[in-house]
Every structure is written in C-alpha cells, then in structure tokens.
C-alpha cells in the first residue's frame, strides 16, 4: 500500500448527501441472499427508502432478494444505473469500477464500501466524470445525513393540529 493509500478519506457531507439523494437505481455488486452478510441488510435498507435496486451476483442471477432482481454482471443490466455499489474486496473493485465505466450511459457515482479502496480505479472513474466514495457504506452515510430531513419530511406533510393545547 502506497503512503496515499494509507491516508484518511474525506468527503463533505454535502458530496455524499447529494449523491444520496440524486440516485435512484443503485447496482450492488457483491450483494449476497445470506442474512448475515452486510449487503443483505444494506439492500433491504436501500429499497425500504425508495431506492430501485438490482443485485450484481452471477451466482444468484435470474434470482430475486427482498424483490430487488439479481443479475450476473453490471453488463446484463439494461438500464441507466445512478450508482454502484461495491461489495468486494478493493483488488477488485478495480475490475468493477472498470465494467461500471463500460455502461452506456455512466453511472452517476460509484461507491465502494467499507475498507474497500482502490484509488487507481478511482482516478479512472473521476477522470470519466463520475463521482467516487470510498470506504463508507450508503446505509450508515443515509442514517447520519438523511434520516433526519426525512423526519422533518414527513412531519411537515402532516396536517396541522387546530387549536392550541388542552388545559
């Protein structure tokens, strides 16, 4: 590992907030039908908050978890992806970032998740106009920067109360 490498990943939280929200249909490459993997509660967690997502395993292709279809290879899907999702190891999240960056159109951001870095393959991406997050998991960065506005969302959709308190 270089000493670039070893340095601390910084993104703001407006960089990952916008990626967050701007996406809709999220590839999870890695993604797993076991429960005790990361990606299947990430999955879960990413369609239960309105994301369209499809599975990237080829072992699991043809199959579906918690609804989200699954295919062999980013190539076999057949529509715009807004973000993709790594879950494999940072050797190679080089060969994904690579077939990411084969689709038509490109996808909008690539994230890799935790301690999953590859920075040649970042700088590949960055330089074809794609955003790229490293190390950090969607579902966490959702949590911590979306969770709230969402609350507020929702409590401004409510109807207001008439009248004041009871006495």
């Not at 076991?34 to 199959?63: C, D, E, M, Q, W």
């Not at 973000?83 to 994904?96: K, L, P, Q, Y």
């Not at 689709?103 to 590859?118: G, S």
Request: charged share 25%; hydrophobic share 45%.
């Amino acid at each position: 590992m270089s000493s670039h490498e070893s340095d601390a990943l910084t993104y703001s939280d407006a960089f990952l907030r916008n990626i967050l929200r701007k996406a809709k249909t999220i590839a999870i490459v890695g993604a797993s039908d076991k429960p005790t993997r990361p990606s299947f509660g990430v999955l879960a967690f990413l369609l239960a908050h309105g994301y369209r997502v499809i599975g990237v395993n080829p072992g699991l292709a043809g199959n579906s978890v918690h609804g989200a279809p699954f295919v062999a290879s980013l190539a076999d899907i057949h529509e715009p992806i807004d973000m993709v999702d790594i879950f494999r190891n940072s050797e190679a999240a080089g060969a994904v970032v690579d077939e990411a960056l084969a689709l038509k159109p490109l996808p909008k951001a690539i994230w890799m998740q935790l301690d999953v870095r590859n920075d040649a393959a970042a700088a590949r991406a960055q330089a074809k106009g794609v955003k790229v997050v490293m190390d950090r998991c969607p579902k966490i960065e959702y949590g911590r920067l979306l969770a709230g506005s969402e609350a507020a969302r929702k409590t401004e959709a409510r109807p207001k109360q008439r009248g004041g308190p009871r006495t």
